[in-house]
């Protein structure tokens, strides 16, 4: 489906034409033209007039990493980009993306063939053309929030005047230094970003006084306070429960203390650290005795930063490391760039690639800088020739790790958000150049030779371009990291010659909140699918990319699909998953067939790489993060002390009301042997699960929409009055324990029970939401009528409850999970549900559903029902509310996520892939990454080794195993072993399931020693072996010659075929 007018109504909301002035700032700019659909409520930036409202729906998973104000305050920033070669179409996509008010695309240039290598947005016609006038219209379309305009003429002081933030990538120092100084001195933001084959340098000026609103951009830390001390440096202990993760110079606040009240709401106080349950915030001597209770919770104080101007920070610089292992790197790449302007001022061009004379004036140059410089250094020569040789190069991975650097620094410029780079930061890939490049490399193989992939070849040669080209490699993803690895794969030449190929798969199809950072795709493909738009996408940027696209999910059922003919035939994977399961399959597949595997991900403005090499590193799966922090079910059902609880809590109704009586319904409708299964389950599970499946099909089973109301009134009363009714009944506000202590105190908050309002528009919530779910469930259609609904709910008698004795509650998860288990089941109550139950014939036509849980659709009635369900719960605990935006971030369990953190960790995946085609074998070469954009944090660390185990003398790893040619009788397997490797096999098991071992009943193991193996597989595992599996994989326990037990690899066992 092609772009017209007609698909824009799938666009976002589009912004308020504009009546006042655009923003042009002379006659040779131009703007992007506002879309047809553009409607009259909503202004630029996705914010309307009134409310100043975000279009949460585009901007969803950016707002969890900004939040509302940091991007209200970028929507009131013009941003001048000047540059559009591939590093400033890097920093404008990205900043045009987050949604500032406008950007102004700056470049004199034309467009030529060594700009194709990095700039995305231009192609072979567009030789000869201006660079910003030919990206103009392509980067509009990422986000019609933000008009885009160009400027081809100079940048005086008047034009320099309309911007908040100034951005320049490609300019001389002289000019960086005119209009840095005109910026310092107004206040202007000042970025510059460069780019010389694998090196890089940003420089930021953002004033005197910029205040960083919020430093790390972490959550604000709560804890629970057990005790405060009444002392001049009073120490507050809090409960032993977790580390309360503060720092000295972190400043806190206080709420609900009983007894020493001043503290609540006090003005936030500075702490020192004393040890992982304690801090000391000073004099509390004149304050009340402490009592009991209280939250403690961080408080984010604004920090301020002075910038010194260009001039006075390139003799006085401040550096920012970005790897460890490179610590005199910065001095020695501050020196080379000024070298760069220097020789480019002298000479008109930068030096030619491997040009032995031009590196030599370079490196003259240098010495003659760092001689007059204040910041001297002990000058690396060998590293200047470097410097020389590439200096003429542009690639895309470097624009794209600079790019993204330097996008979140603009965006930082101007909301405040996150601590920017203070001032210098300087970054290269050196390691990608072949081992002994001198060597390998001239002038002639690096020569231009008027393709798009000069400035490539410039570094690297010609000949691993042609490497490059005939590569394979499988893609699994096109979300975020998908989009941006197909984008540098198509710039780089990847899988764009002959035997070349690119696979991408990707089942899911394009959403609204995609469009954000997944900047393949445009409004017009919301619905289509992620594979085949992307692969439509780089086909336009590059031609001659070789892409295949599949819509097949990463796992067992498909491994017909990505079979060993498949797998043989690669040259490489990557990952560009959201899960860890799906990237741990593929990490087990890489391992088997033996191919490299570059793996990445992103949180946020955090971002981590991983290269794992075949023989050489460890696998994915070889370290693994702890799992996520459960939260205890009585914690859920009767003690919630955080929002998290009650979310969560909202979840599990969900699921327990709208998802699961209906799956049971099906269930027992359709499948015959429901009803054997669910009888032989432990405890009282069977009756639990029976009597849900009657009260759905025959108690409560809605015959109008009334009746839906009727069931919502009745649990909103069960779930908000009668249950919190019976717990204070059960443990009254003044029990205490044996010990003495209240029992409702520490993480117990004592509840109380709601009295139900149809004026309260969060108990109307519940009702609209839970009945329209309901009415979903059984497949009646939805009612929106908010009046006739709360008629209908005030009509609702609500049967009178009073608490009862005898009514148990678990305090703790054994006695619940105990409970659970091990109660008796009454056979009279488990017969008299069956009988009630109408046979599955009846059912056939039985019209319910599930309602899965789609948290991005505002108008379904799912995320209504959650936050109600969640905020009611938490106003009975007194714990405050959470707005539908946090609801959604921790109920949907979403992963908050920027355009710029992906373009960063994209960049340095596509270098780490330079050095596997390059062939690299030291690890030293390669480069396992993490970083976090907000502090700014980078580290670097070689891969670790492969883990190395012994047999008698064999070492092996993970890549290691026993390949066996089939097909042998299981007696001959066992035998091969013994005479070829020394060893006895003790048990042999495929899967799950055992096909051999010594305890073995003597009748059986007679039998299958005689057996083929592949018989013996399909014997026990009772399923055929499928047509396309080649090999099977056998794990074996094995003892010595002297008896002992020994690890050794696993078996591939390779099947004979006819």
Known sequence: M?????????????????????????????TSSIPPSASLEVSQNGMANAENDIDEGLYSRQLYVLGHDAMRRMGASNVLISGMRGLGVEIAKNVVLAGVKSVTLHDTGDVTWEDLSSQFFLQEADIGKNRAEVTLPRLAELNTYVPVNTHTGGMDDEFLGKFQVVVLTNSSLTEQLRINEFCHSKGIRFVVADTKGLFGQIFCDFGENFSVADPNGEPPISNMVASVDK???????????????????????????????????????????????????????????????????QVKVPKIMKFKSMKESIEQPE????????????????????????????????????????????????????????????????????????????????AAVIGGITAQEVM????????????????????????????????????????????????????????????????????????EMLKNWAMMGLACSEGGEITVTDMDTIEKSNLNRQFLFRPWDVQKTKASTAAAAVKRMNPNIKITHHEDRVGPETENVYNDNFFEGLSGVANALDNVDARMYMDRRCVYYRKSLLESGTLGTKANVQ???????????????????????????????AIEHTLQWA?????????????????????????????????????????????????????????????????????????????????????????????????????????????????????????????????????????????????????????????????????????????????????????????????????????????????????DFIVAASNLRAENYDIPAADRHKSKLIAGKIIPAIATTTSLVVGLVCLELIKLTQGHKNMEAYKNGFVNLALPFFAFSEPIAAPKNKYY????????????????TLEQFLKYFEEHYNLEITMLSQGVCMLYSFFMA?????????????EVVRKVSKKKIPPHVKALVLEICCNDKDGEDVEVPYVKYNLARP
């Open 2 to 30: 092609s772009s017209s007018a007609a698909d824009t109504d799938r666009s976002p909301p589009a912004k308020k034409a504009r009546t006042e002035p655009n923003g042009n700032t002379g006659t040779q700019c131009s």
């Open 231 to 297: 002392d001049e440096e009073a120490v507050v202990t809090c409960m032993d429960e977790t580390r309360h993760n503060y720092e000295s110079g972190d400043f806190v606040t206080f709420t609900e203390i009983k007894g020493m009240t001043q503290l609540n709401g006090c003005e936030p106080k500075e702490i020192k650290v004393l040890g992982p349950y304690t801090f000391s915030i000073g004099d509390t001597s004149g304050m009340s005795d402490y009592v009991r209770g209280g939250i403690v919770t």
């Open 319 to 398: 550096l920012m490391l970005t790897d460890f292992a490179k610590f005199d790197r910065p001095g020695q790449l501050h020196i080379a760039f000024q070298a760069l302007h220097e020789y480019f001022k002298q000479n008109g061009s930068l030096p030619k690639p491997r040009n032995k004379s031009d590196a030599d004036k370079f490196v003259a140059i240098a010495k003659k800088i760092n001689d007059s410089s204040a910041a001297k250094v002990e000058l690396d020569s060998d590293l200047m020739q470097q410097v020389a040789y590439s200096a003429c190069g542009d690639i895309c991975p470097m």
């Open 412 to 483: 930082k410029a101007c909301s405040g958000k996150f601590t920017p780079v203070n001032q210098w930061l300087y970054f290269d890939a050196l390691e990608c150049l072949p081992e002994k490049p001198d060597e390998k490399l001239t002038e002639e193989t690096c020569k231009p030779r008027n393709c798009r992939y000069d400035s490539q070849i410039a570094i690297f040669g010609e000949q691993f371009q042609q490497q490059l080209g005939s590569l394979k490699y499988f893609l699994v993803g096109a979300g975020a990291i998908g989009c």
């Open 611 to 641: 290269v794992v090499i075949p023989h050489l590193t460890e696998s994915y799966s070889s370290s693994q993060d702890p799992p996520e922090k459960s939260i205890p079910i009585c914690t859920l059902k009767n003690f919630p002390n």
């Open 651 to 863: 979840r599990d109704q969900f699921e327990g009301l709208f998802s699961q009586p209906a799956e049971n319904a099906i269930q027992y409708a359709t499948d015959p042997k429901f009803m054997e299964r669910t009888l032989k389950m432990p405890g009282t599970q069977p009756l639990e699960i029976l009597d849900l499946l009657k009260k759905t099909l025959v108690d409560e089973k809605p015959a109008s929409f009334q009746d839906c109301v009727k069931w919502a009134r009745n649990l909103w009363q069960e779930n908000y009055n009668n249950q919190i009714r019976q717990l204070l009944f059960n443990f009254p506000q003044d029990q205490t324990t044996s010990s003495g202590a209240l029992f409702w105190s520490g993480p117990k908050r004592c509840p109380h029970p709601l009295t139900f309002d149809t004026a309260n528009t969060t108990h109307l919530d519940y009702i609209v939401s839970g009945a329209n779910l309901r009415a979903e469930m059984f497949g009646m259609p939805h009612n929106r009528d908010r009046n006739a609904i709360a008629k209908m709910a005030t009509a609702v008698e609500v049967p009178k409850f009073e608490p009862r004795s005898g009514v148990t509650i678990a305090t703790t998860d054994a006695e619940a999970t105990a409970r659970q288990n091990e109660g008796s089941l009454d056979d009279t109550d488990l017969e008299s549900v069956q009988s009630a139950l109408p046979s599955p014939e009846k059912l056939k036509s039985f019209g319910i559903r599930p309602v899965e849980f789609e948290k991005d659709d505002d108008t379904n009635f799912h995320m």
């Open 953 to 968: 003398d064999t070492e092996f790893s993970l890549w290691d195993r026993f390949e066996i040619q089939g097909d042998m």
């Open 1002 to 1014: 003597p009748a059986k193991r007679k039998e299958r020693l005689s057996m083929p193996m592949s």
